[in-house]
């Protein structure tokens, strides 16, 4: 499914690490990106405030995501 974004992901990944040197208090974080449509992918947590969607672990720094995955 997520094949046809693969070459977006992999350039947004480069940009970033350019643009942005993070400091030394890095973040791993977990959140939902809402999604309503049909894929074996969707999570469902009801007591979230966004209770279906993607699940992303995401590496953040300042606010910054750095890297998800």
């Known amino acids: 499914m997520f094949n046809r974004v693969t070459d977006l992901v992999k350039y947004l990944r ?41 699940k992303i672990w995401v590496l953040v720094n300042k606010g910054y995501i750095l890297n998800w995955l």
């Open 14 to 54: 480069l940009t970033y690490r350019k643009l942005y040197t993070p400091s030394a208090y890095l973040i791993v974080n977990k959140i939902i990106k809402r999604f309503i449509g049909r894929t074996s992918e969707i999570v469902n947590i009801p007591t979230k405030l966004t209770p279906k969607g993607f």
